[in-house]
């Protein structure tokens, strides 16, 4: 049914790998043939999404920070595994992608550096590094959905992505595990990370006026706790400055040129803030972390509430 070519793409909502409701027809076709997981793109094939078999047998979509962390694992473990694995080998992601994704990459003796969101950036970024001798970049991505692996596309590519998903799917096959188990194990062994990304809508003509006055409180007034929390550091991406909050130090960072602040708090959760550059709407990042998945869920929830607080 979804195989006859038409660019209205009837089947669905909307043909986008994001949206758990585009992927009804290949549910009801895994569950006909016993299938673990589900490959979907948007129509130029630069996003990928996946949905994965539970332990109850239904099908639960994977976040694109989720997939990216399963993927960086994989990469670095095949690379290993075959004796592939670059001199100082780099994992890119940007500003707004899960901090699990440089737990992993750490954790494996891989650096992981950020950039501003955009692929054009970590191309940049990669284009720089290998210049340089400072490093060989083995994977970039975002957490919306795209991925960077190799040097066949410097660009978001849901063909390669597709393809190592897949080939990861069935390396853990092999080891008795699907996708669901693997991305269990990894939150056991590195930390259960979550995030969460809010839109704080602004329509209509003073939208704009609405998104410039809540960054400039922000930048001029930002909050000492967040949540009950004690923000730890400021960074604004703007000048790249950096304020360490208790002892009031000021350093700068690599990054800046970009309207984005990051909040840093005192039990590791990062927030991060940004006018969409698309759309009428604050965007905010919910970085969090607990010992526990019932721990990460109520500090996802906790924040959420916060955020609320904004707009």
Known sequence: EQMVIDGDFPTVASPNPENPEGFYLAIDLANKVGADFIVGTDPDSDRVGIMVRAKDGSFIPVTGNQTGVLLVDYVIGAMKRA???????????????????????????????????????????????????????????????GYMLGDFVRDKDAVTASLIITEMAAWYATQGKTLYDALQGLYEKYGWFGEQTHNLVMPGLDGLEKMALLMKSLRENPPAQIAGVDVAVRKDYKDGSVIDCKSGEKSTMELSGSNVLRFELADGTVILVRPSGTEPKIKVYVLTKGDNAAQRDANIAKYGQWVKTLG
């Open 83 to 145: 004796g592939t694995m670059p001199a100082n080998p780099v994992v890119l992601k940007t500003i707004v992608t899960t901090e699990m994704a440089r737990k992993v990459a750490e954790s494996n003796g891989v650096a992981c550096f950020d950039t501003f969101t955009g692929f054009k950036f970590m191309a940049e970024k990669k284009n720089a590094l290998e210049e340089s001798g400072e490093g060989k970049v083995i994977m970039s991505y975002e957490e919306s959905y």
